[in-house]
C-alpha cells in the first residue's frame, strides 16, 4: 500500500471516528434535555366535581396515578373512582404527565377531576354489550 493510500485511509478513519463522536454526544445531549424535562417543575390545577379548585406542584414526569394518589391521600377521592381529564381527554394511569399534548411548554395545567359512580359504570357496561 502506497504512503499516499495509508494517509488517506488514515484520514477517512479519523473522520468517521469524529462523526460518531458528535452523533454520540448529540444523542447524550437529547437524553439530557429528556431527563431535565421530567423533573421540571409544573403546577397542577385540579377542578374537583364541585368546582372547587386545588392547586399542587408535580414534576413533569410524574405519572397520572401519582396525580390520582395525592387526590385520594389529601382528599381523599379513591383513585380507583377518580378520573382525570385534561384538555377534556381523559388522563389514563400509566402515562406521565409530558405524554399530553401541551404540558411540555406549560407552567400550569388545568385538570378536571370526575367521580366514576357505580350507576356509570353498570351504564358503560349496558352500552358496550
Known sequence: ????????????????????????QEEESKLDDIIALQEEQIKVKFVLPDDSTITQAFKKGQTVQVLKCYLEEELEIQQSTAQLFL?????LDPLSLTDFKGVENARTIEVHVRIETTSSKRHDTATRK
Open 87 to 91: 384538555n377534556d381527554r381523559l388522563m
Open 1 to 24: 500500500m502506497s504512503e499516499a493510500m495509508r494517509s488517506s485511509l488514515g484520514l477517512s478513519l479519523a473522520l468517521a471516528h469524529e462523526d460518531h463522536r458528535e452523533e454520540a
